[in-house]
């Protein structure tokens, strides 16, 4: 009984810790998303991995690669993000509270961006490490 007990709270503690874990995760897609949106560049690098690249494929040509000092530049130049954009995240998976994808859709008024995210734990923060990106835009 008392065994069945301890399992039964450890459980319930493990499924506590595996929700708080999916829920940050998701306030870093949304931030990224939020930052993106608003054209804010610390917000954005702070969310980034140092190695993030961006890859943009759209089916008609090669996939599109960007680093992080280029997407961050196409931010600050305006020429990238300023949208309004809906945040639906479709699905998490975390691999051992240290990596973790996201699939999202992103839904704005200029396009709707369908993502996958790649997210690393590094030094006790999540940080974006890949956007596989397709875009269609209105």
């Known amino acids: 009984m008392v065994k069945s007990l301890l399992f039964?709270?450890?459980?319930g503690l493990f499924a506590v810790a595996a929700a708080q874990t999916e829920n940050e995760i998701k306030?870093?897609?949304t931030s990224y998303a939020r930052a993106g949106d608003r054209q804010d560049v610390e917000v954005i690098k702070s969310l980034l991995h140092d190695q993030?690249?961006?890859?943009?494929?759209?089916?008609t040509k090669a996939p599109f690669i960007l680093d992080k000092s280029g997407y961050v530049a196409k931010i600050e130049t305006k020429e990238w993000g300023?949208?309004?954009?809906k945040v639906s995240i479709e699905a998490v998976e975390n691999f051992d509270g240290v990596n973790?994808?996201?699939k999202a859709i992103l839904d704005g008024e200029?396009?709707?961006?369908r993502s996958i995210f790649s997210l690393v734990k590094v030094e006790g923060e999540w940080k974006?490490?890949?956007e596989l990106v397709n875009a269609s835009f209105k």
């Open 100 to 102: 973790a994808t996201v």
């Open 27 to 29: 306030k870093v897609v």
């Open 110 to 113: 200029k396009a709707q961006m």
């Open 52 to 59: 993030h690249r961006l890859v943009w494929n759209d089916g």
């Open 128 to 130: 974006i490490i890949e």
């Open 82 to 85: 300023g949208d309004k954009r």
């Open 8 to 11: 039964l709270m450890g459980m």
